[in-house]
């Protein structure tokens, strides 16, 4: 398995996909740094510094609104990376990231990627295709927003969080699925309650355990099928 200049094993899918050549140009400026639950990456308007690739955890991408509100808008795990503007040559963030799933990452300062992505063609189409992939998702999420129930968009959530950590259990509070569902906590309550009720999942304390990936899957829209779909199409 490929592993950075430290010997930390590669984990990141946009890394391993990579030709053994433009990866190994990118090795020397990856550093390998932790991912701490509610930790802002980086904000709306800044100016960017680093590019995150995941090795686990979750990142959630949000747009602020202007009573201060968060809605997510996508989000990242393993499968991507934090900082696709990069390649549009914007240096400002267009939106919030904020981690939801502790994990961690690998960070690359922007300019180093900016001399990598300029001189390498294979990087650039990679992340392209991602780019591609997350935008999808982002224009999906919207698209299921405003159209599904709030129980459809709860399962779409918890089904694309599974997907991305690779587990079927991780911590999840009230305020953290309020924010991702664009709804107050007491609907938050009621979607999370309807699917433990029905024996799909087990929600308590801030922690959920998906008891049944399949019916779960048959709770969501086809929202959460769609982004996959779009995924391993571009992807893989």
């Known amino acids: 398995m490929a592993a950075d200049r430290f010997g930390t094993p590669i984990q990141n899918a946009l890394l391993l996909a990579l030709p053994p050549r433009a990866l190994g140009k990118l090795l020397p400026h990856l550093q390998q740094v932790p991912l701490t639950l ?13 590019a995150y690739f995941p ?25 991507g990376m934090l900082g696709t ?6 240096g400002i963030a267009l939106n ?16 180093a ?28 999420t919207a698209a299921c927003n405003g159209s599904h129930s709030l129980n459809q968009r709860c399962a779409r959530w918890l089904v694309l969080a599974r997907h991305r950590v690779g587990s079927d259990d991780f911590p999840l509070t009230h305020e953290f699925l309020a924010m991702m569902l664009a709804v107050e906590r007491p609907g938050v309550t ?4 309807a699917l433990q009720q029905a024996g799909i999942i087990r929600y ?17 829209c086809e929202c959460s099928r769609a982004i996959q779909a779009q995924e391993a199409r571009l992807l893989n």
């Open 204 to 220: 308590t304390r801030g922690h959920v355990t998906i008891l049944d990936p399949v019916r779960l899957e048959t709770a969501a």
């Open 113 to 140: 990627l900016r001399q990598q992505l300029g001189g390498d063609a294979s990087l650039r189409e990679q992340v392209g295709l991602y780019a591609q992939s997350f935008y999808f998702q982002v224009a999906q």
């Open 96 to 111: 919030t990231a904020m981690v939801q799933i502790e994990g961690s990452a690998l960070r690359m300062l922007v300019p």
């Open 38 to 50: 509610k930790d802002t990456l980086e904000r709306s308007g800044d100016r960017l510094e680093h």
């Open 55 to 79: 090795q686990s955890g979750m990142i959630s991408i949000t747009v602020p609104l202007e009573d201060g509100r968060p809605v997510e808008v996508g989000t990242i795990g393993k499968e």
């Open 85 to 90: 503007t990069i390649l549009l040559g914007s």
């Open 190 to 193: 009621l979607a999370a309650r």
